[in-house]
């Protein structure tokens, strides 16, 4: 269990500043949902979480203790996974193996090969066909389980709906309710605003870099919510 928190977070891409102070707060068992326009920052934050670009360690904070900048790799040690941006499966690596690299270095827990099974029956019939033979929707659920075999307590899901049908987002979304209800803290990373904003118990909207919202869902109107994210 763990609470995840940035303070002041800034980031830069050499000399381009793409966040300016961001504060967000993470809370144990939460879903969290982080909104906003193409290129407003929310991959960004996620990567300055997981130690994927560098900050100095003020900038995050897990359980209290700074852990801004450090390696990537000890993000799975302190219970954070990621499910990246485009899913990224290794395409020579079968169903199995890309989720069987999940578990490389994980912690203790309860998900297991057998477990991610069950959560999506779907991959076992196809654990033998190669990672990227499958349709989005399934390879967006590889890349969950992948996510899940590290034992995380907090799992930070980039933009999983992208791309794939109605129906299958649908499905997502019940698993990631599941997900919620065994009591890992989530993080969603969402275009869609009616989506993001009824899965979420708290949203956080970005606008170039910098916070333009947040709060709890339910006391949200989208109103607030379109003006935040536009800027009109
Ligand atoms: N590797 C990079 N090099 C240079 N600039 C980058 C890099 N990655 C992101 N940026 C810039 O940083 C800003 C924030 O990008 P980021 O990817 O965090 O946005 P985002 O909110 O995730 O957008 P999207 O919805 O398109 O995924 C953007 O202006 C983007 O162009
Ligand atoms: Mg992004």
Not at 2 to 10: A, C, V
Not at 54 to 70: L, N, Q, W, Y
Not at 130 to 138: D, F, K
């Amino acid at each position: 269990m763990s609470t995840i928190e940035t303070k002041g977070l800034t980031a830069y891409y050499g000399d381009f500043q793409a966040l300016f102070g961001v504060d967000i707060i993470l809370r144990d068992g939460e879903t969290t949902a982080i909104i906003g326009a193409n290129g407003a920052g929310k991959s960004t934050v996620m990567k300055a979480i997981t130690g994927l670009i560098k900050t100095s360690p003020e900038m995050v904070f897990i359980d209290g203790a700074p852990c801004g900048g450090r390696e990537a790799h000890t993000a799975i040690a302190s219970g954070i996974a990621m499910v990246p941006e485009g899913r990224r499966l290794f395409p020579s690596l079968t169903v199995e193996e890309n989720l069987l690299l999940g578990a490389h270095c994980a912690r203790k827990g309860p998900w297991t090969l057998e477990r991610v099974y069950e959560v999506f029956p779907g991959l076992k019939e196809r654990r033998r066909l190669s990672g990227t033979a499958l349709s989005g929707g399934q390879q967006q659920m590889v890349a969950i389980g992948r996510a899940l075999m590290s034992n995380p307590t907090s799992l930070l899901c980039d933009e999983i709906s992208l791309g794939l049908a109605p129906v299958i987002i649908e499905d997502l979304y019940r698993n990631i309710a599941k997900l919620k209800e065994e009591g890992l803290s989530i993080v969603i990373v969402e275009q869609d605003l009616v989506r993001a904003v009824s899965v979420a118990d708290r949203v956080y909207c970005l606008m170039e870099g910098r916070v333009s919202l947040e709060g709890r869902a339910d006391e949200m109107s989208l109103a607030a919510i379109r003006n935040a994210y536009f800027g009109v």
